[in-house]
């Protein structure tokens, strides 16, 4: 028997967070709870032609603690990110997720924009049109589609 959509029930079993004031629910609480700002001088490009050169960077941030090396070479940053949230989120729910129960279990991904490394190396630097357009024409859809191809592989193979 199908149960209606309005009578499912969801329940929030496990959290995992990647952000610039700490890289797991803890750190991250304890970084809420004593007032810690995350917002720096931007790093990871040159920001001088910007107005505004400050943003909440993930830093000190080694994607290979948290999946494979050569996985990570093919993903870009926020996906790194996205990929150790989901997994600290199954870990902390004590999931064992498997081909039987896959389609049963379901991870919910915030991402600001998502991808700009990747669409910075494809088209060619930072720069103001590049940047609108990874921010208007590809962002949402981008950090909607490409987080979710990686999460496979939380799944325990028999």
Same mark, same amino acid.
């Given at each position: *028997?199908?149960? !209606?959509?309005?009578?499912?029930?969801? &329940?929030?079993?496990?959290?995992?967070? &990647?952000?610039?004031?700490?890289?797991?629910?803890?750190? /991250?609480?304890?970084?809420?709870?004593?007032?810690?700002?995350?917002?720096?001088?931007?790093? @990871? /490009?040159? !920001?001088?032609?910007?107005?505004?050169?400050?943003?909440?960077?993930?830093?000190?941030?080694?994607?290979?603690?948290? *999946? #494979?090396?050569?996985?990570? %070479?093919?993903?870009?940053?926020?996906? @790194?990110?996205? /990929?150790?949230?989901?997994?600290?989120? &199954?870990?902390?729910?004590?999931?064992?997720?498997?081909?039987?129960?896959?389609?049963?279990?379901?991870?919910?991904?915030?991402?600001?924009?998502?991808? *700009? @490394?990747?669409?910075? %190396?494809?088209?060619?630097?930072?720069?103001?049109? &590049?940047?609108?357009?990874?921010?208007?024409?590809?962002? #949402?859809? @981008?950090?909607? %589609?490409?987080?979710?191809?990686?999460?496979?592989?939380?799944?325990?193979? !028999?």
């Amino acid at each position: *028997m199908e149960i !209606p959509l309005t009578q499912r029930r969801v &329940v929030i079993t496990g959290l995992g967070v &990647v952000a610039s004031i700490g890289h797991n629910v803890n750190d /991250f609480w304890a970084s809420l709870v004593a007032g810690r700002c995350g917002i720096q001088r931007v790093t @990871h /490009f040159d !920001p001088t032609a910007y107005a505004s050169q400050i943003g909440a960077e993930v830093r000190d941030w080694d994607a290979a603690q948290h *999946m #494979d090396p050569k996985e990570a %070479r093919r993903n870009d940053r926020y996906t @790194h990110f996205a /990929f150790a949230a989901a997994r600290q989120a &199954v870990a902390d729910a004590a999931l064992d997720v498997t081909h039987e129960n896959g389609d049963r279990v379901g991870v919910i991904i915030g991402s600001g924009i998502g991808g *700009m @490394h990747g669409g910075r %190396r494809q088209r060619g630097g930072h720069h103001a049109t &590049v940047l609108r357009r990874l921010l208007l024409d590809e962002g #949402d859809e @981008h950090a909607q %589609r490409r987080p979710a191809e990686s999460l496979p592989a939380l799944r325990q193979e !028999p």
